[in-house]
């Protein structure tokens, strides 16, 4: 990969440094938005963390105490068992408070806020993260209008909703490199199992 920058003159200049070597964002990327997209990163990082840590611990925000996943509650059954919409519904009914479908979404949770807020890892991460967000737009089913029962959905938007705007930020950032600033991104990049396995950057 080379970046190319051009001039007032029309000329252009090839530098022959990966981008995800480079020491500064690159001649696409001003410094001032690559800080940007680091906060936006470590934010969106932060939901997805808080998201386990209150279902993990019950910190008494959509989770309380005592169905946190340590006193022996289930981080999928409340959400899974009541979706009442969509061609999934058996099927999300089926799977809620199975003991692989809490371990596969809370190390999903975990993985993708630690890599966002870390910097690195971030293409597994935004593809986990949007496979996550997949699964929970299938679940919600925001096309639908009403439920089964006949009852409003409350949906406010049949196609973008927090789940698709989440997976594509997950996304760009991993796209725009948004790792190397205040993140470990760039060191991680340069580790040699990495740049075999790119990956993973």
Do not use: C
Request: proline share 4%.
């Amino acid at each position: 990969m080379t970046i190319q920058n051009s001039t007032s003159e029309s000329s252009t200049r090839t530098l022959t440094t990966p981008l995800e070597r480079a020491e500064v964002p690159g001649a696409m990327l001003t410094k001032a938005a690559a800080k940007t997209l680091a906060v936006l990163r470590i934010a969106t990082g932060f939901v997805f963390l808080w998201a386990f840590l209150d279902k993990l611990f019950g910190l008494g925000y959509s989770t309380p105490s005592a169905r946190a996943w340590i006193n022996g509650g289930s981080p999928t059954k409340g959400f899974l068992s009541s979706v009442e919409v969509g061609p999934f519904q058996s099927a999300a009914h089926a799977i809620a408070g199975t003991w692989w479908a809490n371990v596969l979404f809370m190390l999903g949770l975990a993985a993708i806020g630690l890599a966002l807020i870390s910097g690195i890892g971030l293409r597994v991460a935004a593809g986990s993260a949007t496979l996550m967000m997949g699964m929970m737009w299938l679940a919600e089913f925001p096309l639908a209008q009403h439920t089964s029962a006949g009852a409003p959905t409350g949906s406010t938007n049949p196609l973008t909703d927090y789940h698709l705007v989440y997976a594509i930020v997950a996304i760009v950032l991993a796209a725009a490199y948004a790792g190397h600033t205040w993140g470990l991104g760039r060191r991680w990049a340069k580790l040699p199992f990495v740049q075999k396995h790119r990956w993973l950057i």
